[in-house]
Nanobody, 120 residues
Framework: QVHLVESGGGLVHAGGSLRLSCAAS????????MGWYRQELGKQRELVAS???????NYGASVKGRFTISRDNGKDIVDLQMNSLRPEDTAVYYC??????????????WGHGTQVTVSS
């Protein structure tokens, strides 16, 4: 059984910063890749950022240069530092972990989600 526990999120003004954190527990084989997706109301869930155990990171186009993902392999924690936030970043952010080298929406585990709201 794998559990993903998220923290962080909240309300911030445009241009501000927030930090999300996700701690994984369970079989470490199940979370070779970890990262974050987000979902706006009425839209599909989209990849924000992912990182594998080697530290290779991948970012969605809309967050490149503003968001930074990092990982502590010893503690199985993945953080997402979000800077220069925009109103369009408003969404529920979900932690994701999967056994492969890259994340996908088909195989893996989800956190419960945390709301990020950016006011204009």
């Amino acid at each position: 059984q794998v559990h993903l526990v998220e923290s962080g999120g909240g309300l911030v003004h445009a241009g501000g910063s927030l930090r999300l954190s996700c701690a994984a527990s369970g079989s470490s084989l199940s979370f070779n890749a970890m990262g974050w997706y987000r979902q706006e109301l009425g839209k599909q869930r989209e990849l924000v950022a992912s990182i594998d155990r080697g530290g290779f990171a991948n970012y969605g186009a809309s967050v490149k240069g503003r968001f930074t993902i990092s990982r502590d392999n010893g503690k199985d924690i993945v953080d997402l530092q979000m800077n220069s936030l925009r109103p369009e970043d408003t969404a529920v952010y979900y932690c994701r972990a999967g056994p492969g080298s890259v994340l996908n929406t088909l195989v893996g585990f989800w956190g419960h989600g945390t709301q990020v709201t950016v006011s204009s």
